[in-house]
């Protein structure tokens, strides 16, 4: 369940940022659940795929930089084997 938790913890990140409105990276760590630094592992990550993200002084909030945009998705979808 790990894995699902990271994915939500994504999604998070994603939705505040997109909506400028993380706060600081101590109000953005609380918000999500999690200590600064692993804020900080997360925001690598996504830096390591190519997405520009900063932090903006003026808007106390990380912002995606250009037009950068993510999108992320999990769904789980039962399929059943088909009968012969």
Do not use: C, H, W
Not at 25 to 49: F, T
């Amino acid at each position: 369940m790990e894995f699902i938790r990271q994915i939500e913890r994504f999604q998070l990140l994603n939705k505040l940022v997109k909506e400028q409105r993380t706060g600081s990276p101590n109000d953005m760590a609380k918000k999500m659940g999690i200590s600064k630094r692993q804020l900080y592992v997360y925001l690598e990550y996504l830096k390591d795929l190519g997405v520009e993200i900063s932090f903006s002084r003026k808007l106390n909030s990380f912002i995606y930089k250009g037009n950068t945009k993510i999108y992320i998705d999990l769904r789980f979808e039962i399929l059943k084997v088909s009968e012969n």
